[in-house]
């Protein structure tokens, strides 16, 4: 309880981000994120009122017991909905968990909440399947998001481009960070060294296809290109 308590005195009060919060009390930032999102969701900020001054009474305020309720019988969310959401720009299932959860004090927990949403997806109907060989396609793009990158030594901060490529078939994934969007920085194959693209270094590499998102937007440099 010390360090919930002390998580939301130096972010309420002192404005701290929950990165700086994890640096300085020696937690992870999710565990950061968790109890701040377990406080909100409880309506409580800093300071906290007097009779959360007792620890359990803290607890049992951010940490409800599950409830004895049938699950049937919980509201349940409107899953047309969630369905909607997730196609939105940086929308996840655990982002939409927590506004169910705020909206509904007798909820699912997150793994129910997953559970019934694949349960309801799984009776629309589907419009088109594919079916991925193993190390046929090789899917590439660049996420769309930056992240920023502060120099150690100089402290400057930089945005960094992120790479990613996904095996079709097993959803194998490598992302790599780089400066720009630079076409050799993306895909460039080194047939002397066997490294048919960057992601050669932990075994993501397709024998067939690499599927870009448009083919003016990306280049392979191979001496053997023209198979």
């Not at 799984?122 to 090789?138: F, M, W």
Request: hydrophobic share 35%; with cysteine.
């Amino acid at each position: 309880m010390r360090h919930i308590r002390e998580v939301l005195r130096l972010h309420y009060s002192v404005g701290m981000s929950q990165r700086a919060l994890a640096r300085s009390l020696g937690l992870a930032q999710g565990t950061v994120s968790k109890y701040l999102n377990r406080a909100r969701r409880a309506g409580l900020t800093w300071p906290l009122p007097p009779e959360l001054d007792d620890d359990v009474q803290l607890e049992n305020r951010l940490f409800p017991p599950p409830s004895d309720r049938p699950s049937d019988e919980r509201p349940h969310p409107d899953w047309a909905l969630v369905h909607r959401e997730l196609r939105r720009r940086n929308v996840t299932l655990m982002l939409l968990w927590e506004e169910y959860c705020d909206a509904n004090s007798d909820s699912f927990n997150y793994a129910r909440f997953c559970e019934r949403y694949k349960e309801w997806t799984g009776r629309l109907k589907p419009t088109l399947r594919q079916v991925h060989v193993a190390g046929e396609k090789l899917f590439v793009d660049y996420s769309g998001h930056t992240m920023e990158v502060v120099d150690g030594l100089s402290g400057e901060a930089r945005s960094m481009q992120i790479f990613v490529a996904e095996l079709g078939a097993s959803n194998y994934i490598y992302a790599e960070a780089s400066f720009n969007r630079s076409l050799r920085q993306g895909i460039a194959v080194d047939h002397d060294s066997g490294a048919r693209v960057a992601m050669a270094r932990c075994h993501c590499r397709a024998d067939d296809f690499m599927m870009p998102p448009s083919l003016n937007a990306w280049y392979v440099v191979s001496d053997c290109a023209a198979d």
